[in-house]
């Protein structure tokens, strides 16, 4: 594939990238090289705003996924929706749930979900985000909740074990 092959908005990105972080990138065309210097540039505040372009930007929409879930952690709240955004509508349906999915567990951490809600919401909640609510979220309340109607075994025990 030849550079003109890859889209001009993406050959820029990764050139602001490479900027960023100090890294050369060996083969523009790779898509695993893509991915390391996605990956090395995902600590780097300052690469944000670039990393951000190449995501928008990359045709490669497994790899665009994957980069955007390795973000939704790292970013506030309110920039979550414009990388969940950059992705295709065919492969956004992951980090909309991811983003959904950190914004429940931080209401949980901050006391915004009503505790009387939660057994509610449960059945909503994925695997990962009950696993995430066990390790992060200390509310008794909440842990009651989980380890009484957690989706697995090891949720339900894990849960009690937390409980003391």
Same mark, same amino acid.
């Given at each position: ?66 980069? &955007?879930?390795? @973000? %939704?952690?790292?970013?506030? *709240?309110?920039? /979550?929706?414009?990388?969940?955004? !950059?992705? +295709? ?52 309340? &909440?842990?009651? @909740? %989980?380890?009484?109607?957690? *989706?697995?075994? /090891?949720?339900?025990?894990?849960? !009690?074990? +937390?409980?003391?």
């Amino acid at each position: 594939m030849a550079d003109a092959e890859l889209p001009p908005e993406l050959l820029d990105a990764l050139r602001q990238l490479e900027q960023h972080i100090g890294r050369s990138l060996t083969d523009a065309h790779d898509g695993h090289a893509r991915w390391e210097l996605y990956r090395a540039a995902l600590v780097s505040d300052a690469a944000r705003p670039a990393l951000l372009a190449a995501v928008t930007a990359e045709p490669d929409g497994a790899l665009a996924s994957g980069v &955007v879930g390795e @973000v %939704l952690e790292r970013v506030t *709240r309110g920039e /979550r929706d414009a990388w969940v955004q !950059a992705l +295709a509508p065919a492969v956004r349906a992951f980090s909309e749930r991811r983003a959904r999915e950190l914004g429940v567990l931080e209401d949980l951490r901050s006391g915004a979900i009503a505790l009387d809600r939660a057994p509610e919401l449960i059945d909503g909640w994925s695997d990962w985000l009950q696993s995430r609510i066990v390790a992060d979220v200390s509310d008794e309340a &909440v842990l009651r @909740v %989980l380890a009484a109607s957690g *989706r697995t075994k /090891r949720i339900r025990r894990t849960a !009690a074990e +937390a409980l003391g």
